[in-house]
T-cell receptor
Framework: EAGVTQSPTHLIKTRGQQATLRCSPISGHTSVYWYQQALGLGLQFLLW???????NRGNFPPRFSGRQFPNYSSELNVNALELEDSALYLCASSLTGTGDEKLFFGSGTQLSVL | GQQLNQSPQSMFIQEGEDVSMNCTSS?????WLWYKQDPGEGPVLLIALYKAGELTSNGRLTAQFGITRKDSFLNISASIPSDVGIYFC??????????????FGQGTILTVHP
């Protein structure tokens, strides 16, 4: 069974550009979560989607947005990129739609903003 | 917002030694979790704890949910080279604005010398 897959693995952008990151959850999982892992820091919660709806978001500015598609895959968009957006972006999925804490993580997209 | 203080930040040990790390919070969590992240991978769930005072083992790993609900501990016995990685604690409270959101510690980097 395939795990959570993320693409691209690496992404290089310049300040002011937009970045789009993609995530496919484990088959049968309806919830998708996005976390930011900046160098030396723990994971910071960004967004939670379930059944196509945004259920919760973390303390990030509105230029961080996303969506979940009918097949439960998800997209994270970061507009007007800033240098401090450079980080590993991790997607996770879970079986239930109740904010299940048992998350299965992908390997992440390393975003570098120059 | 809520923050978890994880210590130590890093550990260098010899193969066969036991390891202890802990996590403290300024507020209560109803669930404590421990994840491990290998280089280039996303975190993997090791142990989940659901009751204050609970002691749970997973092979050579043992974790405890503190009585105050504001802390948790992870012990690794007889360490081996594949224990190398970053260990994260995470706290979770279902419901309200915390729904679906894990709060992570900064991580403990473990290095095991053969």
């Amino acid at each position: 069974e395939a795990g959570v897959t993320q693409s691209p693995t690496h992404l290089i952008k310049t300040r002011g550009q937009q970045a789009t990151l993609r995530c496919s959850p484990i088959s049968g999982h309806t919830s998708v979560y996005w976390y930011q892992q900046a160098l030396g820091l723990g994971l910071q919660f960004l967004l939670w989607y379930d059944e196509g709806e945004e259920r919760n978001r973390g303390n990030f500015p509105p230029r961080f947005s996303g969506r979940q598609f009918p097949n439960y895959s998800s997209e994270l968009n970061v507009n007007a990129l800033e240098l401090e957006d450079s980080a590993l972006y991790l997607c996770a999925s879970s079986l239930t739609g109740t904010g299940d804490e048992k998350l299965f993580f992908g390997s992440g997209t390393q975003l570098s903003v120059l | 917002g809520q923050q978890l203080n994880q210590s130590p930040q890093s550990m260098f040990i010899q193969e066969g030694e036991d390891v202890s790390m802990n996590c403290t919070s300024s507020s209560i969590f109803n669930t404590w979790l421990w994840y491990k992240q290998d280089p280039g991978e996303g975190p993997v769930l090791l142990i989940a704890l659901y009751k204050a005072g609970e002691l749970t083992s997973n092979g050579r790993l043992t974790a405890q949910f503190g009585i105050t609900r504001k802390d948790s501990f992870l012990n690794i016995s007889a360490s081996i080279p594949s224990d190398v990685g970053i260990y994260f604690c995470a706290g979770y409270n279902a419901g309200g604005t915390s729904y679906g959101k894990l709060t992570f510690g900064q991580g403990t980097i473990l290095t095991v010398h053969p």
